[in-house]
């Protein structure tokens, strides 16, 4: 497909997600507001604060703010490209003291565990280095796009703007309450304040 046949399939896609976000979430008496953002929204500074100012603005009202990239104006040039750095753009705005990445695996494991039996999983990073950074990979599924690389680079963001950061699986009943109980994933700390 075309720039322009993909942008006019989100324009429809953006509709139906918002749509079913706000009876699903309407259902328990949650308020929902969309707001779409481009890499520009984060990366100029009057844009940034006008799409904090709104975000903060949702949260105080008791909204919940469904974020999601505006594919309908975003070309290759200026866009995020995956949802893990546009999650960890959006916590760091917000001034979120927590990220939660629900995935497909339960956390950053030190080699791929489909692949190597040996692989265990990292509970904790206290800090990202170069070794963090060399067990990610490629995408882990043909559902992501970019795979645990996209998460380690969302960490560094969400980690270097004050945010701590989990990765853990999103295939479960309950996944929060899971993190909760001491259910096996991955916390990336910051040592930063938002």
């Known amino acids: 497909r075309g720039l322009v046949e993909s942008q006019a399939a989100a324009a429809v896609g953006q509709i139906a997600l918002s749509k079913s976000w706000a009876e699903v979430l309407g259902k328990k008496g949650i308020t929902?507001?969309?707001?779409?953002?481009?890499?520009?929204?984060?990366?100029?500074?009057?844009?940034?604060?006008?799409?904090?100012?709104?975000?903060?603005?949702?949260?105080?009202?008791?909204?919940?703010?469904?974020?999601?990239?505006?594919?309908?104006?975003?070309?290759?040039?200026?866009?995020?490209?995956?949802?893990?750095?546009?999650?960890a753009r959006v916590a760091t705005m917000a001034g979120a003291d927590l990220l939660i990445l629900l995935s497909d695996i339960d956390g950053l494991y030190t080699a791929p565990p489909n692949t190597n039996p040996e692989a265990t999983l990292i509970p904790v990073v206290p800090r990202i280095t170069a070794e963090i950074?060399?067990?990610?990979?490629?995408?882990?599924?043909?559902?992501?796009?970019?795979?645990?690389?996209?998460?380690?680079?969302?960490?560094?963001?969400?980690?270097?703007?004050g945010t701590h950061m989990i990765i853990a699986d999103g295939r479960v009943d309950n996944p929060l309450g899971a993190i909760a109980s001491g259910k096996p994933c991955t916390w990336f700390l910051t040592g930063s304040n938002p």
Not at 54 to 83: F, H, K, M, Q
Not at 139 to 161: F, H, N, P, Q, V
């Open 32 to 87: 929902t507001g969309q707001i779409l953002v481009t890499l520009g929204d984060t990366e100029e500074r009057q844009r940034y604060l006008n799409a904090r100012a709104t975000l903060g603005r949702l949260l105080d009202l008791r909204a919940i703010p469904v974020v999601n990239e505006n594919d309908t104006v975003a070309t290759d040039e200026i866009r995020y490209g995956d949802n893990d750095r546009l999650a």
């Open 133 to 161: 950074e060399s067990m990610a990979g490629g995408a882990g599924s043909e559902l992501s796009r970019g795979g645990m690389r996209t998460k380690i680079e969302a960490a560094k963001i969400a980690t270097s703007g």
